[in-house]
């Protein structure tokens, strides 16, 4: 059967996807950076993420995939660089890669635009009686979620963490790919792909560190599963979140996984 067809379908996907988190760059950022509502949201969720799965911060060998996920998918920086590249790169990646490949870019932008679009909403709901950028409570941030009534969504969301993780898993530990991606640094770099190239490199190499991602890939997503259900049940914060995370104190990243 020809794949004329499926790389035609997976290049309109790809394009849909890469104009959703365009639109949703356009309201999280403001000259040249996270605006400070959403750059207050990602940081706060970033230690609730770091919070939940501590553990692997103190173990060698996931150490380097927890902190790509918590720096490269949810940190509270701003991703323009690296998403304009994915753009510039459109024609020729439609062009010229696996279909197996655009499948899982496809994955990959999907969750990108989704997350984007979801905490787009959240923060509305948060801030629409506090000054943009406020520091908030766990509680101020479950009632915000469960406001939103997008679970499907954030169940969504959780399952294409396995699904691009595995994807991931499986195409790290292929000689040809890995050295494909290392040799591709230079040319990269020349075409001004660099935040583009560095993200790639980051996310083979914590995954090939890990030598085998199931056992990290069941437990985040349990784990997410188990926060989602607590908040939709209006459990208290202690259960999900990080201890002072009730007391509006913007607990950090660095201080959770120092241990503060």
Known sequence: MSTRPERKRLALRIREQLERCRDSREQITAAGELTPAHRQLAGWQSARLAWTHRDFFEDPRYRPAVTFFLTDLYGDSDYTPRDEGMERVYPLMTRMMPVRAMQSIALGIEMHALSQELDIELARKIY?????????????????????????????????????????????????????????????????????????????????????????????????????????????????????????????????????
């Not at 083979?204 to 890939?217: C, I, N, P, V, Y």
């Not at 437990?219 to 989602?228: K, P, Y």
Request: include cysteine.
């Open 128 to 260: 629409v009686d506090r000054p943009a950028g406020a520091t908030f409570t766990a509680a101020d941030y479950a009632a915000a979620y469960r406001a939103c009534d997008n679970i499907p969504a954030r169940r969504y969301q959780i399952e294409l963490i396995g699904r691009i993780g595995r994807d991931l898993d499986n195409v790290v530990h292929r000689p040809l790919i890995y050295q494909t991606v290392l040799l591709s640094r230079k040319p990269a770099q020349l075409a001004g792909l660099t935040a583009l190239h560095e993200f790639i490199e980051r996310g083979f190499e914590s995954f090939r560190h890990m030598k085998g991602a199931d056992e990290f890939l069941d437990a985040i997503m349990g784990r997410e599963l188990d926060v989602l259900e607590a908040i939709i049940a209006d459990r208290p914060a202690s259960v999900w979140a990080h201890p002072q995370a009730d007391d509006g104190d913007g607990v950090s990243v660095g201080r959770v996984v120092g241990g503060a």
